[in-house]
């Protein structure tokens, strides 16, 4: 899949994952927060968002055939500074 959009309601956070294309070693990551764009960055090929259980969101698994593995990653996100 090319591009995946994951909506988390309990942050407000809009994630879209893209496929750089171009042969390039690694896939992209744009947040959003209330439509503006708080974040793009690098990830793994093939990456996708899952959903989120606190504190922590999480991909959906990443194959490596080659090296007969599954990955799963998982990361928090900054939240917004209070006001």
Do not use: C, H, I
Request: charged residues 25%; glycine residues 12%.
């Amino acid at each position: 899949m090319d591009n995946t959009v994951e909506y988390v309601d309990e942050t407000g956070l809009l994630f879209r994952s893209y496929r750089k294309g171009g042969g390039s070693v690694t896939d992209g990551l744009q947040v959003y927060r209330d439509g503006v764009l708080v974040g793009d960055v690098d990830v793994p090929l093939g990456f996708r968002m899952a959903g989120y259980v606190a504190p922590y969101y999480y991909s959906y698994v990443v194959p490596d055939e080659e090296g007969e593995r599954l990955y799963m990653f998982r990361f928090k996100w900054p939240s917004a500074p209070e006001e």
